[in-house]
């Protein structure tokens, strides 16, 4: 399974569009294996979606992700697991053990950038 983290440095962004890059966690039985770093190609609506997607990856973890983004990655079988925050790979540890979920955190317009996480 890949998991992928739209992260600022480290830490997760509060915005899946506006993050400077996805931190991939390739996950074999439960464990974390080994991690890649892609920087963000451009927020373009639609575009990030299908980039991760054809990347192959099985789940996003953002702060927040417009309503748009949310629906490719549905339509993509992509699970969406929006309201994180802090460290990237603890953020998807957490998730392979089941303490991750997502709290909905959807944003309505790209006028708070920064502030989509605090729904």
Same mark, same amino acid.
């Given at each position: 399974?890949?998991?992928?983290v739209? %992260?600022? =440095? !480290? ?5 899946? =569009?506006?993050?400077? /890059? ?13 991690t ?5 190609p ?7 979606? !299908?980039?991760l ?16 983004a949310? +629906? ?6 992509? +699970? ?8 990237a790979?603890?953020?998807?540890? %957490?998730?392979?053990? =089941? +303490?991750?979920? /997502?709290?909905? %955190?959807?944003?309505?317009s790209h006028?708070? /950038? =920064?502030?989509?996480g605090?729904?």
């Open positions: 399974m890949k998991i992928a739209a %992260s600022i =440095g !480290n830490t997760v962004c509060a915005h899946f =569009g506006h993050c400077e /890059s996805f931190h991939i966690f390739n996950e074999q039985d439960g464990c974390i294996v080994s890649e770093t892609v920087p963000n451009g927020h373009r609506p639609g575009f990030l979606p !299908n980039f997607g054809d990347m192959n990856v099985n789940v996003i973890i953002a702060g927040g992700m417009g309503g748009g949310v +629906e490719i990655f549905n339509e993509r079988n992509i +699970e969406v697991i929006v309201g994180a925050e802090g460290d790979r603890i953020a998807a540890e %957490s998730y392979l053990a =089941g +303490e991750l979920k /997502s709290t909905g %955190s959807v944003c309505h006028d708070h /950038s =920064g502030d989509c605090n729904h």
